[in-house]
């Protein structure tokens, strides 16, 4: 089992940043894929980004102003979000991939969540 506890969410005005980090606990592992998704108001979740080894993977509306990581030492891992947008209001979740199987875009590989962040940002 795995836990996993996100944090840092919160209210940001357009164009601010948010780091959001992800504590994990129980049986941890380096090697497990990492990912964040996030569910916008009325949609699906969907993928935002992901690091697996020395390797990260990140969804086409990140461009490049998300920006994820890891300290294997401290088991946790951060998404930090820059030039935020109000479009990227959501409830942000963490999970674990223990089966090492891609592809990392997608919620099915993941066996373990967090309860989620919130990130509203103003415009």
């Known amino acids: 089992q795995v836990q996993l506890a996100e944090s840092g969410g919160g209210l940001v005005q357009a164009g601010g940043s948010l780091r959001l980090s992800c504590a994990a606990s129980?049986?941890?592992?380096?090697?497990?894929?990492m990912g964040w998704f996030r569910q916008c108001p009325g949609k699906e979740r969907e993928f935002v980004a992901a690091?697996?080894?020395?390797?990260?993977y990140s969804a086409d509306f990140v461009q490049g102003r998300f920006t994820i990581s890891r300290d294997n030492a401290k088991n946790t891992v951060y998404l930090q979000m820059n030039s935020l947008k109000p479009e990227d209001t959501a409830v942000y979740y963490c999970a674990a991939n223990t089966v090492l199987l891609g592809p990392y875009d997608k919620s099915y590989r993941y066996q373990y969540w967090g309860q989620g962040t919130q990130v509203t940002v103003s415009s």
């Open positions: 690091i697996k080894g020395g390797g990260t």
């Open positions: 129980g049986r941890t592992d380096s090697s497990y894929a």
